[in-house]
């Protein structure tokens, strides 16, 4: 939870998000693309930024 914090997700938004993508992954390539430095640089689950 703390690197999905780190990359600027919010933790129960990139869970949910892996959790409903995992089951169809297939591939090393497929899983590496749902850690979360790849999901943050695909522009999905950020934080919105304040100030």
């Keep these: 939870m703390q690197t999905a914090k780190l990359n600027g997700l ?3 938004a990139y869970l949910n998000y892996v959790f ?3 089951p169809y992954a297939e591939t090393v390539e497929d899983i590496e693309a749902l850690l979360p430095w790849h ?3 695909n522009k999905i ?3 919105p ?3």
């Design 10 to 12: 919010e933790p129960y």
């Design 20 to 22: 409903k993508k995992l």
């Design 45 to 47: 689950l950020t934080t």
């Design 49 to 51: 930024q304040v100030g």
């Design 39 to 41: 999901v943050k640089e």
